[in-house]
């Protein structure tokens, strides 16, 4: 598989409230070579927590340069939360893409929206976006209780949000159902080949 050899190179967009399992399906789909996913690295204005390394959890710059990689329009997508901008920068898709390899970006359901809100941005790109939702909302609820590390409130909070990121589910172009992680992630590889070779 030649991604350069594309017309409209791809990157996978993969999304899903707090609690579904996203985590486990990245692994599976990560350890599996034949899809070349790379996980693309956002760019943030917050401060590297302990441990993280610039470049390889974030690149970490200040906010006067973010704010100038958005008038220059090197960014895909942006948000600012908390305080501080998070993104994904142009220069890191086209470098993965120039690797041989998937970007494969894990963002908030708002960052997509933006993405497909200005298609002009990403003309050059296949964009596939993969939303996962949980079997039942009840079925979330207890995964985020049975984690036992958040509070009431916390809790709450992911709930709130989970129920808000449910409802954007339908902009994305695929909706996969985590009953099964393995089975999740086969249907995300079917998804690929897909949209790769049809």
Known sequence: MNINSYKKKPIIIFTGPSGVGKGTIEQILFKNEELKFKLSVSVTTRQPRLGEKDGV?????????????IANNELLEYNYHFDNYYGTL???????????????LEIETLGTKKILE???????YNIITVFILP??????????????????????KRLLKASEELKES??????????????AALEIKNILMKELYE
């Open 170 to 183: 339908k902009i994305f172009k695929y909706n996969v159902i985590n009953d099964d992680p393995h089975r």
């Open 135 to 156: 079997p039942s909302f009840e079925e979330l609820k207890n995964r985020i209780i049975g984690r036992n590390t958040e509070t009431k409130d916390s809790i709450n």
């Open 90 to 104: 142009f220069s890191e898709i086209d470098n993965i893409h120039n690797q041989n390899k998937i970007p494969f």
């Open 57 to 69: 959890h974030y690149f970490f710059i200040t906010k006067d340069k973010f704010e100038q990689k």
């Open 118 to 124: 200005n298609k002009e941005n990403h003309v050059k």
